[in-house]
């Protein structure tokens, strides 16, 4: 290609690029490079503009101390950028340090408050106070993230409160502990204000008690030998009508009160209708190299006693790496653990996709026998590892037209 040649494609391209340049208002295009897409918005998420009737302000009260000492106020900065790049100029983002606008006043007012986080400086370890806080302004309501600190559940943490302000509602979630033995306040206060910050209200709810129509979703927390018929057909009913519902359940029992004692369960009206919504809970355990340890006390020849920590492979450790990165719940998941968890399998259900949201890292297995759980059992953990190892559902969603599992049936009394 001659030289003149070259000259009038570099030319034209440069056109090109500045004619782009000047219609970016119109015509845009960003590129997102981080590992896993974690600055990509979901088809919901760009989406959410069309919902808005009126503009929408997103302040992010961060420190510039914290962004001097961490990766996360970037993150979070770059992912609400994305929010205002999709909104055809309905959401606005502004980045605030309260300390040197001196709004702190007014950051506490909404309910960002200051924390506190150890730092290392100059080989010296400290305490920094910083903000780190999202507010969400429409119209004369306010949604507030209280602290935010990762990317995690924050695409959807926004579009939750941006979807409530628009609905002027606020999101009520419930509690269904299926066990006498558990009290929510107690046994699980660290999930209570986890979802009361994620801007929940959460309202708990007793087996054969009515489910409110106005909740969100609902958790249901066991219930595999202690839910009736009753139980059943108020759920049953609750999710035929579009209702969101988790469930915590378990195929197999092991007592953490006692002696670790162990049992699959037996016949359960909860997992016969899971089954109904194309769900098998197995009665079996699942355990994985990837797990967490537990201290074990063994006693030495000379009967003195230590305590040595156990890889312990009931414990199994979800990894992000093994979570669907498209599904909304799970495209930012952070992983998790679970205590002594039972695997799922999917049933084809005519109207009905199942996706399976969080499995196993390749290193899991199923316990299907013979259960050993106790820490002095070690060597019966691994006798079937080998025979079943591989990546093991976990966290399956099912999503479609559900048929209520007692139609043609008497209703239950």
């Not at 845009?28 to 919902?51: F, H, N, Q």
């Not at 016949?267 to 016969?272: A, K, T």
Request: charged share 25%; aromatic share 8%; net charge neutral.
């Amino acid at each position: 290609m001659k030289k003149n040649q070259l000259l009038i494609m570099a030319t034209f391209s440069c056109l090109i690029f500045i004619l782009l340049f000047l219609n970016a208002s119109r015509h845009w295009l960003r590129l997102d490079l981080s590992k896993g897409k974690a600055y990509t918005l979901s088809k919901v998420s760009r989406e959410l503009y069309l919902e808005l009737d009126e503009n929408i302000v997103i302040t992010y009260y961060r420190s510039e101390k914290l962004l001097q000492i961490h990766p996360a106020p970037r993150q979070i900065e770059d992912l609400l950028r994305e929010y205002e790049a999709h909104s055809h100029s309905k959401i606005r983002v502004v980045i605030d340090d309260p300390v040197k606008s001196k709004s702190t006043e007014t950051a506490e007012r909404l309910r960002v408050f200051p924390q506190q986080m150890q730092i290392v400086e100059k080989d010296q370890a400290g305490v920094a106070t910083v903000y780190t806080g999202i507010v969400i302004e429409y119209l004369d309501r306010t949604a507030v993230i209280p602290v935010a600190f990762s990317l995690g559940m924050l695409e959807y943490d926004v579009r939750s409160r941006i979807r409530s302000l628009l609905r002027n509602s606020t999101r009520i979630i419930g509690v269904l502990l299926a066990s006498s033995e558990l009290i929510w306040a107690k046994d699980f206060a660290y999930a209570d204000r986890a979802l009361q910050s994620a801007g929940f209200q959460v309202r708990e709810l007793e087996p054969g008690q009515e489910i409110p129509s106005l909740l969100s979703s609902l958790i249901v927390i066991g219930g595999a030998e202690s839910l009736d018929d009753w139980d059943l057909y108020r759920l049953d009913s609750f999710i035929h009508l579009g209702g969101k519902v988790l469930f915590a359940v378990e195929g197999v029992k092991v007592n953490s009160r006692t002696d670790l004692d162990v049992r699959a369960i037996a016949d359960s009206p909860l997992l016969e209708m899971l089954q109904a919504y194309g769900v098998r809970v197995e009665r079996q355990l699942v355990l994985d190299r990837a797990s967490l340890t537990i201290p074990f006390q063994t006693r030495n020849a000379n009967g003195t006693t230590s305590v040595r920590l156990l890889r312990y492979p009931h414990w199994v450790s979800l990894l992000k790496e093994f979570a669907d990165k498209i599904h909304p719940p799970t495209n930012r998941f952070p992983g998790i653990d679970l205590f002594w968890a039972s695997p799922f399998s999917a049933i084809p259900v005519e109207g009905l996709s199942i996706t399976v949201l969080v499995g196993t890292s390749p290193n899991g297995w199923r316990m299907t026998r013979d259960f050993a759980t106790n820490p002095g059992m070690e060597a019966l953990f691994y006798a079937e590892e080998v025979s079943n190892k591989g990546g093991i559902p976990m966290v399956i969603a099912v999503s479609g037209r559900f048929r209520s599992v007692f139609h043609g049936k008497p209703k239950p009394t």
